[in-house]
Nanobody, 117 residues
């Protein structure tokens, strides 16, 4: 059974930090590109960060560059999103996504991140 389970969300003040984790099971994690998306109320889901399967190359949305870091541990079947200098506009549900080269995609259930003073 394929599962992507996010954790690490919560409430934080502006300027604070959080680290999200996404634990994968039921598929060959090392062969999948991993992504973090987010969706704020009333807005479309947007791609936040991406990491490739083979070399771990990363890409980020302009809105989070320099503040967020995506990483993966293939031995633990886990992808992370370190979020620093959080802003109120980072408030959203964050989703983990796995995507294969042949188009298979899996989604997690999401974890809420709220940035508020």
């Amino acid at each position: 059974q394929v599962q992507l389970v996010e954790s690490g969300g919560g409430s934080v003040q502006p300027g604070g930090s959080l680290r999200l984790s996404c634990a994968a099971s039921g598929f060959d994690f090392s062969r999948y590109r991993m992504r973090w998306y987010r969706q704020a109320p009333g807005k479309e889901r947007e791609l936040v960060a991406h990491i490739t399967s083979a070399f771990g190359s990363t890409n980020y949305a302009d809105s989070v560059k320099g503040r967020f870091t995506i990483s993966r541990d293939n031995a633990k079947n886990t992808v992370y999103l370190r979020m620093n200098s959080l802003k109120p506009e980072d408030t959203a549900v964050y989703y983990c996504n796995a995507l294969s080269d042949w188009g298979t995609a899996y989604w997690g259930q999401g974890t809420q991140v709220t940035v508020s003073s």
